[in-house]
């Protein structure tokens, strides 16, 4: 009792919590369970959702915020947001014009590449996106940048996805993709091959949304020993947060498997 009020110790010794209380302190339990199933990246409206989608609980922003901050945990910030550049006329080849909508799978995809260094070496990521749930249908890492990469994550999408003579991919400028052997291979496939304007990142906005959550969410959490270790940590964030778990709020804080699964159930009940 030494420094209180008796009657300040009588009360702490006897106070019975309200259900309020006890509400709170349960919700502070699944609170963290999604923010740690989350690899301490959700912030607060994607752990509101989660509660509501994985829960079904419908819990105010204010009280997210209230116990989030008595867990002390916060999510990582999102990229910074620049001018658009809105110079650049569109080339012959661009078959999307900054039209980024895609009514079905496998109407519209997205590819570029991002690189990031480790002590060891550059290790280099393709990925091939389907605008339509925003999930990775194929990628390919490699110590090199270079056609081989590209076809590798091309190849991947094609061999797991229906596609048609009307699936567009669309890319920017880069050697890999203006190649004989990137184009030899989209033809193969059947894929109508799109390019935007040289140097210009919002022509392919989607994709570097992609690379900007990858960048914060996995690259910049650490520096990275080998090849191997950041290798296999980007296999991971795709097949196994990104696509499985990550929740967007483009697709109403589905994650793209999720989104997937409900267009083939809705598919399913219109037949």
Not at 38 to 66: D, P
Not at 111 to 138: M, N, Q, W
Not at 193 to 221: K, R
Request: hydrophobic share 35%; proline share 3%.
């Amino acid at each position: 009792m030494v420094g209180l009020e008796r009657s300040t110790y009588y009360d702490i010794k006897h106070h019975r919590p309200s259900d309020r209380e006890i509400r709170h302190l349960l919700l502070e339990d699944v609170i963290a369970g999604i923010y740690e199933r989350s690899r301490g990246t959700y912030g607060i409206r994607r752990i509101k959702a989660a509660l509501e989608i994985e829960q079904g609980l419908i819990v105010n922003y204010k009280l997210v915020l209230k116990l989030m901050r008595r867990l002390g945990i916060q999510g990582v910030p999102g990229p910074k947001k620049g001018r658009k550049n809105l110079v650049n006329a569109a080339t012959n080849g661009d078959l999307v014009k900054r039209n980024f909508s895609a009514s079905r799978p496998n109407e519209l995809w997205l590819t570029d590449i991002t690189e990031h260094p480790t002590r060891e070496a550059k290790v280099y990521c393709c990925c091939v996106l389907d605008l339509f749930s925003r999930k990775v249908v194929g990628y390919s890492i490699s110590r090199h940048c270079d056609s081989d990469l590209v076809n590798g994550a091309v190849s991947m999408a094609a061999a797991s996805r229906e596609t048609s003579t009307t699936t567009i991919i669309h890319s920017d400028h880069g050697s890999q993709f203006t190649s004989w052997a990137f184009s030899r291979n989209i033809a193969r496939i059947g894929l109508s091959g799109s390019m935007g304007t040289v140097g210009d990142c919002y022509d392919n906005a989607p994709m570097e949304s992609f690379w900007g959550s990858m960048q914060i969410e996995l690259l910049n959490q650490k520096k990275w020993r080998s090849v191997l270790e950041l290798s296999e940590a980007m296999a991971d964030y795709i097949e196994n947060f990104y696509n499985a778990q990550r929740r967007h709020s483009s697709l109403g804080y589905l994650t793209p498997d999720e989104f997937e699964a409900k267009q083939q159930t809705t598919q399913t009940i219109l037949i």
